[in-house]
């Protein structure tokens, strides 16, 4: 059995932080990249940040040096710390992994995701 699950999602304050976290179940740290995307209604899945086999991370540009990405393959999940959060952070977070691009459409289409609102 394959999934992944987030949490961590909630309501805060401009200038306030959050972190996600993402329960991996069923697929292999040394072998899997993971991503983070969200999604606000009408919009499209964007790409907020990943992490390679190796460590390697990427960020989108909007993100500013304000999140980190990081992995426990002890733990078996995958978080984003996310800091100074801005009322366009407000989306659906959800946490993917190339494997999910074989099943669904795109990356916020699989899993329930976690919602974070940042109120101005």
């Known amino acids: 059995v394959r999934s992944l699950v987030e949490s961590g999602g909630g309501s805060v304050q401009a200038g306030g932080s959050l972190k996600l976290s993402c329960e991996v179940l069923?697929?292999?740290?040394?072998?899997?990249?993971f991503e983070w995307y969200r999604q606000v209604p009408g919009k499209e899945c964007e790409l907020v940040s990943s992490?390679?086999?190796?460590?390697?991370?990427y960020y989108g540009d909007f993100v500013k040096g304000r999140f980190t990405i990081s992995k426990d393959d002890v733990a078996n999940a995958v978080y984003l710390q996310m800091n100074s959060l801005e009322p366009e952070d407000t989306a659906v977070y959800y946490c993917?992994?190339?494997?999910?691009?074989?099943?669904?459409?795109?990356?916020?289409?699989w899993g329930q995701g976690t919602q974070v609102t940042v109120s101005s």
């Open positions: 069923g697929f292999r740290f040394d072998e899997s990249d």
């Open positions: 992490v390679n086999v190796d460590g390697t991370s």
């Open positions: 993917s992994t190339a494997w999910v691009m074989t099943v669904a459409p795109t990356a916020c289409s």
